[in-house]
């Protein structure tokens, strides 16, 4: 479960209309039954008449409707402003260390940058730029760069500083950085912000920010290919970006990006049955299971295809209950009602 703020910190981010906590909690309003965004222009309800949730779909199994006004299942594709400058100030500069004085210069509190990075990249601000940093760092190391140059232009005070906070990044010394390590970025999209991740085999993740399997799911990875996580680049995001926007336009049916996806056998071949749905169609649990040649595994299909973690270019949002209902969606009901519509897969279910 997300954890959420102080509850004072969550009343004044409310009651300012603070776009800045959008997606970091959300509010239910006892009053009138609807829960809202923080930025909310609605009418501010007394405290004591609010209560907090850590994502739309706790405040739905509480009985709350989605405001009309702020639509909080409409989620933004785009960061809080004060968290896109930081991260192009990062960007900019990744070698640079943003120490807590100056964040608290720039009017941001340390703590709730902390909480930002840690819901929306599953670490911390620190991990963050500690990542970029020692990414930065290894691409330099395979051009030639010596260690002790990267050292000094990294801020470290020493050379087996560098080497031991690389070695803590890396699992190995920098001497022997010929590893390919998990690139992890930020993608926008019209149904909210999706972390995605690659290496040179292919695109190894691709999940909506606010999923709460994301942490484990970082954990699968780190052990299914035993390299870190790091912020950064990659040629396969770059190209998942361009097709990720031809597919929300409407332009693109299938992806060419390759896939990597380490798992049992059986969960392979049910990811890999996924993939034959053809666009604009729908197939039921039943259907599946007796596609991967196994009828009677009706549940261990359903349990498998929750965990996928390649959400879109895996099409596990094409699967549906026997009876034609949505069933269940690891980034919501609302997005994988969107996500067919887009297909034109079904009429509205929901």
Request: hydrophobic share 35%; with cysteine; proline share 7%.
């Amino acid at each position: 479960m997300q954890q959420l703020p102080p509850t004072a910190e969550m009343q004044r981010a409310y009651l300012a209309s603070d776009a800045g906590y959008d997606g970091v909690f959300y509010l239910g309003v006892r009053t009138t039954g609807i829960f809202c965004r923080p930025s909310c222009r609605a009418k501010k309800p007394r405290p004591e008449n609010v209560e907090f949730f850590p994502d739309p779909r706790a405040a739905t199994f509480a009985g709350y409707r989605a405001c009309k006004r702020c639509r909080p299942l409409e989620a933004p594709g785009t960061p809080p402003p004060w968290i896109a400058r930081l991260i192009e100030d990062i960007e900019c500069d990744p070698s640079r260390r943003i120490r807590e004085h100056e964040l608290r210069a720039r009017g941001l509190d340390p703590a709730r940058v902390r909480r930002w990075f840690k819901n929306h990249c599953g670490m911390s601000f620190a991990a963050y730029c500690r990542g970029r940093r020692m990414n930065t760092a290894l691409q330099a190391i395979r051009n030639g760069e010596s260690v002790t140059d990267l050292a000094i232009g990294h801020g470290f005070e020493s050379e087996s500083g560098f080497r031991a906070a690389f070695a803590r990044s890396f699992g190995q010394p920098p001497a022997d950085a010929g590893l390919d390590p998990i690139r992890v970025a930020w993608l926008d999209s019209p149904l909210g912000p999706l972390l995605a991740a690659a290496r040179d085999e292919g695109i190894v993740l691709l999940e909506f920010t606010e999923r709460r399997m994301l942490e484990a799911q970082f954990d699968t990875l780190r052990r299914h290919f035993g390299v870190p996580l790091v912020p950064g680049e990659h040629r396969h995001l770059a190209r998942l970006r361009t097709e990720l926007a031809e597919y929300f336009d409407g332009t693109r049916r299938t992806f060419t990006l390759p896939l990597a996806y380490p798992g049992s056998d059986f969960q392979r071949t049910v990811w890999s049955a996924l993939l034959d749905i053809p666009y604009g169609r729908t197939c039921s649990y039943d259907e599946l299971a007796r596609a991967v040649g196994r009828p009677g595994a009706c549940r261990a299909v359903g349990t498998t295809n929750g965990k996928n973690r390649i959400a879109i270019l895996i099409p596990c949002h094409r699967v549906v209950n026997k009876n034609g209902q949505l069933g269940g969606y690891g980034g919501g009901l609302w997005r994988k009602q969107r996500l067919l519509e887009i297909e034109n897969a079904t009429k509205k279910l929901i």
